[in-house]
């Protein structure tokens, strides 16, 4: 199966949490957006130009700070999608359930909203963007689907997953999220998380259903007994 000649993906380290950026868009178009854009939007912006990519929104895959910026209980994050819009022209593309908690740690308005359902997808040039629905870690937890990629936020990393002890986590959800919809991808998909927490930044499907242990558990009992319920 051959790649998308039109896909522009590029993975960017940044903060002091590891935190993975993804900038998805079209070479013909020269658009993109950016995943999770927080910490620093002088040095994302700044990757972009050097790309000659216009950023035309963000697509966010939960409200917690080092993903979108803003505050959450005392911990407070620089650089999110409040600050992207200061300087750009665009939406924040979130889950719907998720809109709310994204507005009241980041500050932005409705109108700067996009509100997904799951199975929504966003078109650039063209790229196709699927938007799924990941509920565990946070309730509107969403990943993204593209060309074989799946941007993963916090519901999937490297040998590991999201925690459900945080406010939002749910563990029953999170067993339905890994052992339900993200069962559904092929092995040959490529995981790119939202953390560089394991001892690759990227990884396949297929590799993590060998190596990671969350995605190897075989009951919901098993899985809340892990999770310490
Ligand atoms: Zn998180």
């Given amino acids: 199966m051959g790649a998308n000649p ?9 903060g002091p949490m590891a935190n993975f950026v993804y900038f998805i ?48 209980m005392g911990f407070k994050v620089p650089g999110g ?3 992207l819009l200061e300087r750009v022209a665009g939406k924040i593309h979130v889950n719907r359930i998720e809109a709310d ?16 359902d799951s199975g ?6 063209d790229v196709e963007i699927e938007l799924i629905h990941t509920p565990g870690h946070t309730p509107g937890s969403q990943c993204f689907l593209v060309d074989r ?11 590991g997953c999201g925690r459900v002890d945080l406010p939002g986590g749910d563990p029953e959800q999170m067993y339905e999220t890994l ?24 990884s396949t ?15 919901l009992d098993d899985w809340l007994r892990l999770m310490g319920r």
């Fill in 120 to 125: 929504d997808s966003l078109r650039l040039g």
């Fill in 205 to 219: 499907m297929g590799e993590q259903r060998r190596t990671n242990h969350y995605l190897r558990i075989r009951s």
């Fill in 179 to 202: 052992t339900g919809t993200l069962a559904k991808l092929t092995d040959d998909v490529l995981l790119l998380p939202g953390h560089n927490y394991g001892p690759t930044p990227e």
């Fill in 149 to 159: 990629r799946l941007v993963a936020g916090d519901t999937l990393f490297v040998n």
């Fill in 6 to 14: 039109d896909l522009y993906l590029r993975q960017v380290l940044i």
């Fill in 101 to 116: 908690g994204v507005k009241k740690v980041t500050g932005v308005g409705e109108g700067d909203l996009v509100r997904h």
């Fill in 25 to 72: 868009g079209s070479k013909r178009t020269r658009e993109c957006l950016l995943v999770d854009p927080a910490w620093d939007i002088d040095a994302l912006l700044e990757i972009a130009a050097e790309d000659d990519m216009k950023v035309t929104g963000a697509l966010v895959t939960h409200y917690h700070p080092d993903h979108c910026g803003g505050h959450m």
């Fill in 81 to 83: 999608v409040h600050e």
